[in-house]
């Protein structure tokens, strides 16, 4: 008896089919760890703005205390910043507390909603006299 050794067709396409599943599978998790890796980078990079900002915001005057936007120059292109102060009312006061401001800024990458970074602050603004 005369035995052929090799592989029969059906072998050979049973094998092209799991390395093309595991393949699918690989290059799955590769692009979900790129996504994961630029998401990482937006939340590092957004939250020391932000802190640089707010660290702006803590040291300057009360009277230079207002809403304003911008972007943080060619170090770190599409990223923006916007700030909006405003001031402070509790439910049931009549009146607006106008010694303290509420200020938040967002940090915002790129044209996409899901790339924006919130802070509050809360400041107390003593009054002039």
Known sequence: MRRDSGFTLLEVMIAI??????????????SQSLSLASEAKFNTTAALLAQSKMAEVEAASPEELISNSGDFGEDFPDYRWELTVSDVGFLGAEEVLDYLKQIDLVVSWGEHKSYQYRVRLYRFVPKAT
């Open 17 to 30: 089919a799991i390395i093309a599943i595991a393949l699918v599978a690989v290059l799955g998790s590769q």
